[in-house]
């Protein structure tokens, strides 16, 4: 029959989240990323450009900083700072035809560059860190509706981006020559596919900081492939498992002295870690 006590308190802490309209903007928020982050995640693991989605949440970090020293909203660096990334990475892949080497090299290069201006702009920055700090390490408070409509807007973007470029996007990622050879714009969809990742990227970082981004990216998609090689159904699996990660570190996160990124992390990698184990033992 269960516990009725254990049950209760379930119900009643789901009531306690609910009682407050900044962890009910939080919910709605996390969802609209969880969403979002499953299904562009799973292209970045399908298509083996983790390193290339690392790369672009690291440069947050001096986006953020860069922005806050300017005088400037600090969202904007995110937006900024990824966008420009993902266009100088997109373009040295496709650069006399490189493919992932040139990619991969120009990759480091810029994650060196951005972690390094990112640290001059923060020494450089002489205002209250304690905005900076919230935006690298992620937090629930302060998201207010008009966040959460952002956030529903730019989810909408994306999504409808990759609904339209779905399945050439799909053979080029698993077979870049035969989708030359089929007439699929091979080198615009790596560029716009990055740019996409981009926007992602910097939309999530407002839950889980800029700095603990990828957890959320690359986890839930990475486990829902190592589970099922059907395309389908592991995308709803990715989306499944971010959704579940996100929900349960912002339960934990709400009753905890500790921040939302350390959960999220923590979570995310605790879910790979079993899919692999499932892989193993029963797959």
């Known amino acids: 029959m269960g516990n009725p006590t254990l049950s209760w308190n379930l119900v009643s802490d789901v009531h306690r989240l609910l009682e407050y309209q900044f962890m009910v903007n939080a919910l709605q ?6 969403v979002m982050a499953g299904v562009v995640g799973w292209y970045m693991v399908l298509r083996r450009q983790s390193f290339a989605g690392h790369t672009i949440a690291v440069m947050a970090f001096p986006g953020a900083s860069g922005a806050a020293l300017a005088g400037l909203p600090t969202a904007l660096g995110y937006y900024l700072a990824c966008g420009i990334a993902a266009l100088t990475i997109g373009r040295a892949g496709g650069a006399a035809g490189r493919g992932r080497s040139g990619e991969s090299a120009t990759i480091g290069v810029v994650q060196v560059a951005g972690l390094a201006a990112g640290f001059l702009f923060l020494s450089l920055y002489s205002g209250v860190l304690e905005q900076l700090e919230t935006l690298l390490f992620g937090t629930f408070l302060g998201i207010d509706s008009n966040q959460v409509l952002t956030l529903l807007v730019i989810a909408v973007v994306v999504l409808g981006v990759l609904a339209l470029v779905g399945r050439p996007l799909l053979l080029a990622s698993l077979d870049p020559e035969l989708a030359r050879a089929r007439g699929v714009p091979v080198g615009a969809l790596d560029i716009g596919f990055l740019l996409v ?87």
């Open 197 to 283: 990742l981009s926007l992602a990227v910097a939309a999530t970082s407002q839950i889980t900081g800029a700095l603990l981004v990828f957890a959320l990216l690359v986890a839930p998609a990475a486990a829902a492939q190592a589970l099922t090689p059907r395309p389908g159904l592991s995308l709803v699996l990715s989306v499944a498992f971010a959704l579940l990660v996100t929900w349960v570190g912002l339960g934990i996160s709400y009753f905890s002295i500790y921040p939302l990124g350390f959960f999220v992390t923590s979570l995310a990698f605790g879910l790979y870690v079993l899919a692999q184990l499932v892989r193993r033992l029963v797959l």
């Open 29 to 34: 928020a996390g969802t609209i990323v969880a």
